[in-house]
């Protein structure tokens, strides 16, 4: 089947440490895009990748870091540099501008 | 800033009533609007979009609404099913990334 993977669902950091998110799709899409939700601010873009070797700054990209080699892979590090990393964590991809865009299962960072 | 605007940060409505819930926003070239339904601990899965050519679109139950020139839309969920309490998410596409409200909570009471 067709989808999109993240991992792991639950994640537990301790203060000072990086972490990284993985995000893998199979849906042959080009852009990949990952998103914050925490409590009452909806969905927040972090960044974001319309083609492999490329990726752009979001709304919140400060203490983050994205990578994209594959076009399938598209994993998130959560620096130590980010001062509120608790939060839900979203990857999503899209064939192209003006499709649905698919979402992950998300995952649940707590740092500790 | 906020670029889409879901100003009711909840709404409750009876089993078997319509729902509507709303959504502005302020970049008038924003061209293609979509909803998102969302569980907690899950990611959002698509519900229903419209283009900016259209003023309506409707899926089953689902019917979205727009208003160009108030930069305004709205879903319609009519006859309201207590499995649709969910937090649903307006959207619009840039171009490049969808731009998010900050979601409205839907309670449908049997």
């Known amino acids: 089947d067709g989808g999109i993977t993240q991992s792991p669902k639950y994640l537990f950091r301790k203060e000072g440490q990086n972490v990284t998110l993985s995000c893998e799709q199979n849906?042959?899409?080009?852009?990949m895009y990952w998103y914050r939700q925490d409590p009452g601010q909806g969905l927040r873009l972090i960044y974001y990748?319309?083609?492999?070797?490329?990726?752009q700054k979001g709304d919140i990209a400060e203490g983050y870091s994205v990578s994209r080699e594959k076009k399938e892979s598209f994993p998130l590090t959560v620096t130590s540099a980010q001062k509120n990393p608790t939060a839900f964590y979203l990857c999503?991809?899209?064939?192209?501008?003006?499709?649905?865009?698919?979402f992950g299962e998300g995952s649940w960072l707590t740092v500790v | 800033d906020q670029q889409v605007k879901q100003n009711s940060p909840s709404l409750s409505v009876q089993e078997g009533r319509i729902s509507i819930l709303n959504c502005d926003y302020t970049?008038?070239?924003?061209?293609?609007f979509l909803w998102y339904k969302k569980y907690p601990a899950e990611g959002p899965t698509f519900l229903i979009s419209?283009?900016?050519?259209?003023d309506k679109n409707e899926d089953g139950r689902f019917t979205v609404f727009l208003n160009k020139s108030a930069k305004h839309l709205s879903l319609h969920i009519v006859p309201s099913q207590p499995g649709d309490s969910a937090v649903y998410f307006c959207?619009?596409?840039?171009?490049?990334?969808?731009?998010f409200g900050k979601g409205t909570s839907l309670l449908v009471t049997p």
């Open positions: 999503a991809s899209i064939l192209s501008s003006g499709n649905t865009i698919y």
């Open positions: 959207a619009a596409d840039s171009g490049y990334a969808l731009n």
């Open positions: 849906l042959n899409h080009d852009a």
């Open positions: 419209i283009s900016s050519i259209k």
């Open positions: 970049n008038s070239m924003f061209d293609y």
């Open positions: 990748s319309q083609i492999v070797n490329d990726f």
